[in-house]
Antibody, heavy 117, light 110 residues
Framework: QVQLQESGPGLVKPSQTLSLTCTVSGDSINRGNFYWSWIRQPAGKGLEWIGRIYTSGSTNYNPSLKSRVTISIDTSKNQFSLRLTSLTAADTAVYFC?????????WGQGTMVTVSS | QSVLRQPPSASGTPGQRVTISCSGTSPNIGRNTVNWYQQLPGTAPKLFIYSSNQRPSGVPDRFSGSKSGTTASLAISGLQSEDEADYYCATWDDSLDGWVFGGGTKLTVL
């Protein structure tokens, strides 16, 4: 079955850039009309949608993060990625990648990212 | 501050019926269907209700969803201890052009 797996550094320094990758296994990332999203969750808090990308490369971003976020897709590697710049402690969270057709219905297990010097 | 508003907590005893509300506005719940997620500690959210009132395969029929105007509700009947979890509502927001979530409701089975 289709699975998503996040990967990236667990610790990043303030003001630096976070880069995370989501690897899709079990099917081609190109198959179907799916959007591929990033969502995060600070410890003990709610979910925040970061943005999404379609296989064509078109993107939508959360307006509150738009100036710092880039989501890209590499269909040859069956991966999509998140780049978040100018990190602060407020960006400390579990980061999830997810697949959506009409709704995010398949999620990765999440990866914890801590922003600290 | 979440765009969608949920009560932070809810509780019930085994066998009871519990309802969790999710309040939004015209650009989000008013124009789009609502989805509900269950999140157990340390795990990713799992889709429990989509299109306001549809259950994915494998979700017990004790769970039901509804929507009226700019408010949606998740109802759980015949409450069981395994239902203890955090529940989040989510929908698309036409003004923000993105997904928005509720702040989550922690359900406790007493």
């Amino acid at each position: 079955q289709v699975q998503l797996q996040e990967s990236g550094p667990g610790l990043v320094k303030p003001s630096q850039t976070l880069s995370l990758t989501c690897t899709v296994s079990g099917d081609s990332i190109n198959r179907g009309n799916f959007y591929w999203s990033w969502i995060r969750q600070p410890a003990g808090k709610g979910l925040e949608w970061i943005g999404r990308i379609y296989t064509s490369g078109s993107t939508n971003y959360n307006p509150s993060l738009k100036s710092r976020v880039t989501i890209s897709i590499d269909t040859s590697k069956n991966q999509f990625s998140l780049r978040l710049t100018s990190l602060t402690a407020a960006d400390t969270a579990v980061y999830f990648c997810a697949r959506a057709l009409y709704v995010p219905d398949l999620w990765g297990q999440g990866t914890m990212v801590t922003v600290s010097s | 501050q979440s765009v969608l508003r949920q009560p932070p907590s809810a509780s019930g005893t085994p066998g009871q019926r519990v309802t969790i509300s999710c309040s939004g506005t015209s650009p989000n719940i008013g124009r789009n269907t609502v989805n509900w997620y269950q999140q157990l500690p340390g795990t990713a959210p799992k889709l429990f209700i989509y299109s306001s009132n549809q259950r994915p395969s494998g979700v017990p029929d004790r769970f039901s969803g509804s929507k009226s105007g700019t408010t949606a509700s998740l109802a759980i009947s015949g409450l069981q201890s395994e239902d203890e979890a955090d529940y989040y509502c989510a929908t698309w927001d036409d003004s923000l052009d993105g997904w928005v979530f509720g702040g989550g409701t922690k359900l406790t089975v007493l």
